[in-house]
């Protein structure tokens, strides 16, 4: 029984290699190793250095730290996406992201950016908000076909799954997340 649980556990150690970030593993004994398991970890990309780190799904809420550069997976801030990071934080998080798609021009974007980032304080970590500047990641923009904003789209495992147009307050964003 050890021996097979040692080498599941090293065959998805060395699927994913180095590109993934153990978070809160609690050493090595045999009893750790053990209990080790994708269904028990949760993949959060970091907001700061974009490495993708594994945390115990039960332990998402206890302030994790980035396994790279140590600083918190969850700030209370929308995460800013680009071109270059958005296909990234989209599919390799492992809780919904919600992302407003919004530009500096767009008055009612503005007048909703405190309430978004109001919401992701009250979301996270269940959810993970982020935000797109459309004039600056044009391409993304022009993937989704956001024609109106703001927009936000929540998506799941790297799929779009709900789309919401126009400005909403805090609690309207908090029920919008909560009921997808
Ligand atoms: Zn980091």
Do not use: Y
């Not at 970030?21 to 750790?32: I, Q």
């Not at 703001?150 to 997340?177: C, D, H, Y």
């Amino acid at each position: 029984m050890e021996n097979l649980a040692k080498f599941s556990f090293s065959a998805v150690g060395s699927l994913f290699s180095d590109k993934l970030l153990d978070v809160f593993h609690g050493g090595s004994s045999p009893e750790n190793l053990r209990i080790l398991s994708m269904s028990d970890k949760t993949q959060l990309v970091c907001p700061h250095c974009s490495a993708v780190n594994r945390i115990p799904t039960s332990r998402l809420g206890d302030k994790p730290r980035c396994g790279k550069c140590k600083k918190p997976l969850f700030t209370g801030h929308p995460v800013e996406l680009t071109d270059q990071n958005f296909a990234k934080v989209i599919q390799k998080s492992g809780v919904p992201v919600i992302v407003d798609f919004w530009a500096e021009w767009c008055g009612p974007c503005k007048m909703m950016a405190p309430a978004f980032a109001e919401a992701s304080a009250l979301l996270e970590p269940q959810f993970i908000l982020a935000k797109l500047n459309t004039e600056v990641a044009q391409q993304t923009a022009a993937q989704f076909g956001i024609r109106s904003i703001p927009s936000i789209l929540m998506f799941k495992n790297g799929q779009e799954v709900a789309r919401q147009a126009g400005a909403l307050n805090t609690q309207q964003i908090v029920q919008w997340a909560r009921s997808h």
